[in-house]
Each structure stands twice: as structure tokens, then as C-alpha cells.
């Protein structure tokens, strides 16, 4: 009798940890480098990711990312479902502020706030010279979006150094593999998978700060400031705009219309203050065809700056 309980429950137990295990998605071990670039600015590079699948495979893709440290920062893509342990080096050398990650939108345990111990009344969750440490987050169902990462530690008070170019970007994709996207004037969703180019622009003072991850190639590529943006018409590419410091902005695109997330509002513009972000896809050149397609801040002050750069849709090969 207590056998055959025994035996059952041990069943029942199993269903539900083959179903947890049906539900767990890749483990990412990151680690991530603050530096001092010869500017005097500050920024995170890639040491090394590897992606441990639920199978048990496990695959290094540090070689997607730029050799160099970027302002952004490397773009971590990860999938709802997925955790990440990441750490975090010290190799900014002549200085020994500690130096931390505080992420936005996934989840994390309180001593992976990336916050000093008089914040978060736990600990120093900060790297220092020859002391990594290390964060863990949950990329948990709903979390899916374009999310900011940035220190929080470094510089006099220590609440970060994130004008001095410590930021990067976090992308979480939805479990189901797609977004909704306004492609040949319908709502619809598209496959992640079927996206050639994601181009990150932040929105810093004066100035976008763009990376490129190219997933023809599997490559990121740091545009730093400004940059010109390339893709080939009706390649779908999807936009990551993210507002840091202090301005508050209107990002514009020439001659593209999205729909506004989570509605089937057609938009050209969005605002964006500080840690504020948007994605959009769209499908390049749509009902326009090729050409240099300006974009830029509408604050007409922050564009007389210099706030704006160019979107060049190519003749596609394709056709
Ligand atoms: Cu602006």
C-alpha cells in the first residue's frame, strides 16, 4: 500500500519536474569588463558568453560580440525562460571605485541589485580591482523587451557612472518567437528569426549612441555616435531605442511607420526620456523603396546639436 503511494507520487513528481524541465529555458554564463577607453570615458566589454541549452549543450558565443569595449555596451540577447548568471571584472585601471551591473526588466535575488551595501542594507554587490562578481537574473515569462543595464556604484556619491558610458543594452525575446510588426500595411507578427539587422540607438544628451547586431553574419558591430545605419530594401530590422541621462527626446525615422507596442496605432515618432525604451520592426524601404532615410531627434534644439544620422536602404540584390 505505502509501496504503490510511494510509487505514485514518485510518478506525479517526475511529470511535474519533466514538465518544469519542459518550461526551463538556456542557462548564459557572462562575463563582462569595465574599462577606461582612451577618451576617458568608461565602458563594458565581453569576455566571454557561453549558452548552456536545456539538453545540456553548450555552446560559446563570445565571438558574436566586438573584440573592443563600446559605448553601448555588448547587447545580451537571452529568450523568456532563459537565466544568466553574470560577472563582472574590474579593469579600470588607476581607479578603485567598485564597479557594478544593475539590470532592468528581468528578475534577481536582492544581492544581484548591483547596488552598494548602504542602498540595499545586504552587501557591496560591486566588481574591484582583482574582485569580480557575479549577478544572476531570470529573463521570467513577460519580461520580453529591450532593457537598459548599467553600473550604479561607481564615481562620488557611488549611485554610477553611466554618463561616463557604462550602459548597455539587455534584449529579451519572447518565448513564442515572435513580434507584432506593421509589414505591408497590416499588423502582423513576424518571426525573430526572420530579422536581418537590429540596430540599438541610444538617446544620450546630444548625441545616439548605435550598435548593430547583425544576425546575417551573427556579429555585433559598435556604431558609436551618430551613425549610418545599412540595410537592404524589405529586410525586416528592428529598432531599439533607449533614452540615458538627463534630456527627454522625440526619436523620429523618415518615411517608416510602426505601430505603436502593445496597440495597432500607426506612429513616426515616440518620445523618450531617461531609461525609457522602444522597439519596432519594420520592413526596410516599404512603400518608399531605397534611399538615405534621415532620423533624429525632433527636439529641434538637441537636432540643431547635431542629434541625427541616416538610415541607407540599399537596392535589394534579392530582386
Ligand atoms: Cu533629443
Known amino acids: 500500500m505505502y509501496k ?47 549558452i548552456k541549452s536545456p539538453s545540456g549543450k553548450v555552446e560559446d558565443i563570445t565571438k558574436r560580440y566586438s573584440q573592443e569595449a563600446s559605448i553601448p555596451g555588448p547587447a545580451i540577447v537571452m529568450t523568456e525562460g532563459d537565466k544568466a548568471e553574470v560577472t563582472l571584472e574590474h579593469g579600470i585601471k588607476g581607479s578603485n571605485d567598485p564597479v557594478s551591473i544593475h539590470v532592468h526588466g528581468v528578475h534577481y535575488k536582492i544581492d544581484s541589485d548591483g547596488t552598494m551595501k548602504i542602498l540595499n542594507h545586504v552587501n557591496d554587490q560591486a566588481a574591484f580591482p582583482g574582485k569580480p562578481y557575479t549577478y544572476k537574473w531570470t529573463a521570467a515569462a513577460g519580461t520580453a523587451g529591450a532593457w537598459p543595464y548599467h553600473d550604479h556604484t561607481f564615481g562620488n556619491p557611488m549611485l554610477g557612472a553611466e554618463d561616463k558610458g557604462l550602459y548597455g543594452t539587455l534584449i529579451i525575446n519572447p518565448k513564442s518567437g ?62 531599439h531605442v533607449i533614452g540615458i541621462g538627463t534630456g527627454f527626446h522625440t526619436f523620429h525615422l523618415h518615411a517608416h511607420r510602426w505601430i505603436q507596442p502593445g496597440t495597432t496605432h500607426i506612429v513616426d515618432t515616440f518620445n523618450i526620456g531617461p531609461i525609457q525604451r522602444e522597439s519596432f520592426v519594420v520592413k526596410a524601404g516599404e512603400g518608399v523603396g531605397p534611399g538615405m532615410w534621415h532620423y533624429h531627434c525632433h527636439v529641434l534644439q538637441h537636432m540643431q546639436s547635431g542629434m541625427m544620422g541616416a538610415f541607407k536602404v540599399f537596392e535589394s540584390a534579392r530582386n
Do not use: C
Open 4 to 50: 504503490t503511494i510511494a510509487v505514485s507520487m514518485f510518478a506525479g513528481l517526475m511529470a511535474i519536474s519533466m514538465l518544469a524541465g519542459a518550461e526551463t529555458g538556456s542557462v548564459h554564463s557572462i562575463t563582462l569588463k569595465a574599462v577606461a577607453l582612451d577618451s576617458g570615458q568608461l565602458a563594458y566589454q565581453m569576455v566571454k558568453h557561453k
Open 178 to 239: 515572435k513580434v507584432p510588426a506593421l509589414i505591408d500595411g497590416k499588423v502582423q507578427n513576424v518571426a525573430i528569426k526572420d530579422i536581418k539587422r537590429e540596430f540599438i540607438l541610444w538617446m544620450n544628451e546630444t548625441t545616439f549612441w548605435g550598435m548593430e547586431v547583425n544576425n546575417i553574419v551573427n556579429r555585433q558591430v559598435p556604431l558609436w555616435t551618430n551613425p549610418t545605419l545599412g540595410a537592404r530594401e524589405n529586410d525586416l530590422v528592428r529598432f
